[in-house]
């Protein structure tokens, strides 16, 4: 129940176009929603969050999508460049004393001029 | 603003050995989660610690252990290794536990 699904497992996307990422989870008591991206060899990076009181957030060219009652919620990369290739992982957490993060296995996108 | 830093940025290690890696939070956080991402996976959470003790567990065997100081940095502490604890293990800091989390760099380990 603790799970978070995310497809693709990989995305090869033209300069200029635009990537999506789904991720479906179904653990009712997630309250909070982050997008990370990881480059080889460093970190995760918070990139944007969202939590289920909303829809849509927008930052830049990045806009998490979320459904709640799909229990869904997508990233769209706009306008995506070659420095946008990467590992992107959605994450979810539970509120009321569990704080970690549950991540799905990530996608590799791969842009192309 | 110094972010978090791991130490230290690679290890190599034998079977049945123990290794302790180090992590310091971004200014200002008072809690260090630890994960575990094994090669083409997601970070799998192993402990957080916050007030010098361990608040929650993931599903991680007791082989795996923690300490945090009055400084607020941390150890993540191995023992009796298997080669499948080969990873990167990231540190994230927050302020607070429920706090947005930011990761270190990591520590490569390598079992053999």
């Known amino acids: 129940q603790q799970q978070v699904k995310q497809s693709p497992q990989s995305l090869i996307v033209q300069k200029g176009g635009i990537s999506i990422i789904n991720c479906a989870y179904e653990?009712?008591?997630?309250?909070?929603f982050p997008w990370y991206q990881q480059f080889p060899g460093k970190g995760p990076a918070l990139l944007i969050a969202?939590?289920?009181?909303?829809s849509e957030k927008k930052e830049g060219r990045f806009t998490i999508s979320f459904n709640k009652s799909a229990k869904q919620f997508s990233l769209h990369i706009m306008d995506s460049q070659p420095g946008d290739s990467a590992t992107y992982f959605c994450?979810?957490?539970?509120?009321?004393?569990?704080?970690?993060?549950?991540f799905g296995k990530g996608t590799k996108l791969s842009v192309i001029p | 603003d110094a972010g978090v830093t791991q130490s230290p940025t690679h290890l190599i290690k034998t079977r049945g050995q123990q290794v302790t890696l180090r992590c310091s939070p971004k200014s200002g956080h008072d809690t260090v989660s630890w994960y575990q991402q094994a090669l083409g996976q997601g970070p799998q959470f192993i402990f957080q610690?916050?007030?010098?003790?361990?608040?929650q567990r993931g599903n991680f065997p007791d082989r795996f252990s923690g300490h945090q100081f009055p400084n607020y940095s941390s150890e993540l502490n191995v023992n009796a290794l298997l080669l499948g604890d080969s990873a990167l293990y990231l540190c994230a800091s927050s302020l607070g536990r429920k706090g947005t989390q930011y990761f270190g760099p990591g520590t490569r380990l390598t079992v053999l």
């Open positions: 653990n009712t008591a997630f309250d909070y």
């Open positions: 610690y916050y007030e010098e003790e361990e608040r």
């Open positions: 994450a979810a957490r539970a509120g009321a004393g569990s704080y970690q993060l549950t």
């Open positions: 969202i939590r289920p009181d909303v």
